[in-house]
Nanobody, 121 residues
Framework: QVQLVESGGGLVQPGGSLRLSCAAS????????MDWYRQAPGKQRELVAA???????NYADSVKGRFTISRDNAKNTVYLQMSNLKPEDTAVYFC???????????????WGQGIQVTVSL
């Protein structure tokens, strides 16, 4: 059984920063891509940032230059450093682990439970 647990969300003022973490636990031996998505009220879930196992990155246009995704393969953890936050960044943020291997065998894709980020005065 694989679980993804997010942390680091909360309330921040516009222009502020937050760092999200997402750690995979269980019998994880490797993870291909690790992504961050977000979903604002009344909107569809959207991809915010993605990072491959060899650390190639991809960002939504709306966060380029403000957010940085990184990962620690030894810890099966992905991070999202968010700077210069704007009210429109307010959403529930989800991490996603693509093509997880458990004890050397592909065991599926997994979502975290989501964590709230609120940008407001």
């Amino acid at each position: 059984q694989v679980q993804l647990v997010e942390s680091g969300g909360g309330l921040v003022q516009p222009g502020g920063s937050l760092r999200l973490s997402c750690a995979a636990s269980g019998s994880v031996s490797s993870i291909d891509a690790m992504d961050w998505y977000r979903q604002a009220p009344g909107k569809q879930r959207e991809l915010v940032a993605a990072i491959s196992r060899n650390t190639m990155t991809n960002y939504a246009d709306s966060v380029k230059g403000r957010f940085t995704i990184s990962r620690d393969n030894a810890k099966n953890t992905v991070y999202l450093q968010m700077s210069n936050l704007k009210p429109e960044d307010t959403a529930v943020y989800f991490c996603f682990a693509d093509r997880v291997q458990c004890s050397g065998v592909v065991c599926g894709d997994y979502w975290g439970q989501g964590i709230q980020v609120t940008v407001s005065l």
